[in-house]
C-alpha cells in the first residue's frame, strides 16, 4: 500500500494488512515477471476465498503479468474473484483480466477524473471503471462522475478514501520518525509525470523556479528514479535543493507532515497534504481530487513560473491565497 509514487514500503510499514504481499520491484522487473507467478501459484495452492485483494500500486507490466498468468494460474476457479487496485493499464490487459471473471477497480478511486485525456491513467480510469463489476468510490464526486458516464447506481459503492485510512493508521509512527539531518524548516517536493519531468525545457522551467523557492525556504526533493535521470541529462546545477533517494513512506510521512508547503504533481499527495493541513502547491493545470481545492489546501498552479513563486511567497509569509 503506497501513500505516493515516492514511497517504498515494506511489510514492516503495513503490519498485517494483508496474507500475502506481492512485493514488484521496478529495477527487477524481469525477476518480478517471474516471482509474481510463483507467488500466485503459492496463492492458488493456499486459498479459497471468493474474493482477495491485491492492494498496491500496479503499473503496466506488473497488471500485464497477473493479466496474463492469471489465465493459467486462475483458470480452476470458478468463484474466485480478484479485485485489482491500481494504476492499471494498458486497456488490453484490463481486457484479458475480465474475461476470467476477475473484478478490476482503480486503486479504489473509481470514478475520479481529471477530464484531460491526455493523461495514461486517465484513459485507464475510465476503461477500467467501464468494465469493472463493482465500483468503490472515495467522495461524492465520483459517483457523479460515474452515472454522467451511464453507470447503473447498484454498481457503485463509495467507501472513502482508503488511503487516508492508511496515513491515519500510519501517522502515530511517522511522528515518532527523526528527520535528523534534514533543514528544520523546508518545502517539500515531489515530481514524477511525463507532463513535467520528460519535456526538458518544463522540466528545467521547474527546476528554476525550485532554485529561486530555496533562496527564501530550504527545498527537500527525494527524487524519483526517471526524474533523476532526466535533470542528470539537463546537466542543471541544483546544488541549494537538498536532493534524497526514494523514502520509505512512513519516513516520508514523517517529512510531509512537517513541511511548511508541499510541492507535487501527485494526486495522492494532494489528499495526504490536505488531510495534514499543509499548503500544496500542485504542479499541474487540473487534479482529480477537486475536493483538495475546493475545501482542501491545494492550489493548482501548473507549469507557470510566476504563480508558483508568488503562491509560495504567500504561504512563507502568512498570507492567504485568492486562487483556487
Same mark, same amino acid.
Given at each position: 500500500m503506497l501513500g505516493n509514487e515516492n514511497a517504498i514500503v515494506t511489510g514492516g510499514d503495513i503490519g498485517a494488512a494483508g496474507d500475502l504481499? @506481492?512485493? =514488484? @520491484?521496478?529495477?527487477?522487473?524481469?525477476? &518480478? !515477471? %517471474? /516471482?509474481? @507467478?510463483? $507467488? *500466485? =501459484?503459492?496463492?492458488r495452492n493456499r486459498r479459497t476465498d471468493d474474493v482477495q485483494l491485491l492492494f498496491g500500486f500496479i503499473d503496466k507490466l506488473a497488471v500485464r503479468i497477473i493479466a496474463n498468468n492469471s489465465l493459467i494460474i486462475l483458470r480452476s476457479f470458478v468463484r474466485f474473484f480478484l479485485l485489482l487496485i491500481g494504476?492499471? +493499464?494498458?486497456? /488490453? $490487459?484490463?481486457?484479458?483480466?475480465?474475461? =476470467?471473471r476477475i473484478l478490476v477497480d482503480n486503486f479504489l478511486v473509481a470514478g475520479l477524473r481529471s477530464f484531460d485525456r491526455s493523461m495514461p491513467e486517465e484513459i485507464n480510469r475510465l476503461v477500467t471503471d467501464q468494465l469493472a463489476d463493482l465500483l468503490f468510490t472515495p467522495s461524492e464526486d465520483g459517483d457523479q462522475n460515474l452515472q454522467k458516464e451511464g453507470v447503473v447506481l447498484e454498481k457503485i459503492h463509495r467507501v472513502g478514501n482508503v488511503m487516508i485510512d492508511s496515513l491515519v493508521q500510519l501517522l502515530p509512527l511517522a511522528k515518532k520518525c527523526s528527520t535528523e539531518g534534514f533543514p528544520e524548516r523546508y518545502a517539500l517536493v515531489t515530481l514524477h509525470r511525463p507532463s513535467n519531468v520528460d519535456d526538458s525545457a518544463s522540466l528545467k522551467g521547474i527546476l528554476e523556479a525550485l532554485l529561486e523557492v530555496s533562496r527564501r525556504i530550504a527545498?527537500?526533493?527525494?527524487?524519483h528514479p526517471r526524474t533523476r535521470q532526466r535533470i542528470s541529462d539537463l546537466g542543471v546545477p541544483l546544488g541549494n535543493l537538498h536532493l534524497? +533517494?526514494?523514502?520509505?513512506?512512513? +519516513?516520508?510521512? &514523517?517529512? /510531509?507532515? !512537517? #513541511?511548511? #508547503?508541499? @510541492?507535487? $504533481?501527485? %494526486? %495522492?499527495? /494532494?489528499? +495526504? #497534504?490536505?488531510?495534514? *493541513?499543509?499548503?500544496?502547491?500542485?504542479l499541474r493545470d487540473n487534479t482529480e481530487r477537486p475536493v483538495t481545492v475546493s475545501i482542501g489546501?491545494?492550489?493548482l498552479v501548473g507549469q507557470d513560473r510566476g504563480k508558483l513563486i508568488s503562491e509560495m511567497t504567500k504561504i512563507l509569509n502568512g498570507e492567504k491565497s485568492t486562487t483556487s
Open positions: 504481499l @506481492l512485493h =514488484i @520491484l521496478y529495477e527487477a522487473r524481469l525477476r &518480478a !515477471r %517471474g /516471482q509474481t @507467478l510463483l $507467488d *500466485g =501459484i503459492r496463492f494504476s492499471c +493499464e494498458p486497456k /488490453q $490487459d484490463l481486457v484479458h483480466v475480465r474475461k =476470467i527545498v527537500v526533493f527525494p527524487v534524497s +533517494e526514494p523514502l520509505p513512506y512512513v +519516513e516520508f510521512l &514523517a517529512l /510531509q507532515s !512537517r #513541511a511548511t #508547503a508541499v @510541492l507535487t $504533481d501527485s %494526486g %495522492g499527495i /494532494q489528499e +495526504e #497534504a490536505t488531510y495534514l *493541513g499543509v499548503p500544496c502547491l500542485t489546501t491545494n492550489i
